[in-house]
């Protein structure tokens, strides 16, 4: 049964801390999103990348959010330094190419900053 | 940048009733995609429509593409309470393979 897998599920972290949230893609998925959810803003897209290439990162807050894919197995979303209004849901997802087919989303990582 | 708005935000039926959600984007559209979201979980696919004027059913849903491809429309019919959650519409503008979600609408369906 193919899956995307996020982890942690859960993260709990001062303020300042380093903060790096991992998805593997399913298989042969070529196309991974980052989303962030919160009650206020919905589902907002923060990156996303196909065959490994970020196309579109516009966004992520550049200037303390990374978003990699260091091999096709593993995408990674990092912030550095962490504040409290990052405490949302990430959702990793991954689509198939072409990319005009559905997103598969992981659970999420519930990240929360005090 | 492109927006994609639903309404209304949040609706509340008793089990039978009909309920919709509409889809409204800036920008024309090439693609539009449902997603539901149960609490405390992830979006799950719903199904896609590519074509102006596109409708789909699928059991007591109806999905809705308008002929401008910049609006759609999710139509339960006899609400149950398994329909309860968060309903996403999402776009592809253009040619691109990003995928914008909608600001979603919440329904929750009571006996």
């Known amino acids: 049964d193919a899956r995307v897998t996020q982890t942690p599920r859960h993260k709990v972290t001062e303020m300042g801390q380093e903060v790096t949230m991992r998805c593997q893609p399913i298989?042969?998925?070529?196309?991974v999103f980052w989303y962030r959810q919160t009650m206020m803003q919905g589902l907002e897209l923060l990156a996303y990348?196909?065959?490994?290439?970020?196309?579109?990162d516009s966004g992520m807050p550049k200037d303390r959010f990374s978003a990699e894919m260091p091999d096709a197995t593993l995408a990674t979303l990092k912030i550095q330094p962490s504040e409290p209004r990052d405490s949302a849901v990430y959702f990793c997802a991954s689509g198939p190419d072409p990319a005009w087919t559905e997103a598969f989303f992981g659970q999420g990582t519930r990240l929360t900053v005090v | 940048g492109q927006q994609v708005m639903q309404i209304p935000q949040y609706q509340h039926v008793q089990e039978g009733e009909d309920f919709t959600t509409y889809c409204n984007s800036s920008?024309?559209?090439?693609?539009i995609q449902w997603y539901k979201q149960r609490p405390g979980g992830h979006p799950v696919f719903l199904i896609q429509?590519?074509?102006?004027?596109e409708v789909k059913k699928q059991k007591r849903l109806t999905f809705q593409f308008g002929e401008a491809k910049k609006n759609s429309s999710l139509h339960i019919t006899a609400t149950q309470t398994t329909d309860v959650g968060t309903y996403f519409c999402a776009g592809r503008p253009g040619t691109a393979s990003k995928l914008t979600f909608g600001t979603g609408t919440r329904l929750q369906v009571t006996l």
């Open positions: 920008t024309t559209l090439s693609n």
């Open positions: 429509l590519v074509k102006s004027g």
């Open positions: 990348f196909r065959n490994r290439a970020p196309l579109d």
């Open positions: 298989l042969g998925h070529n196309t």
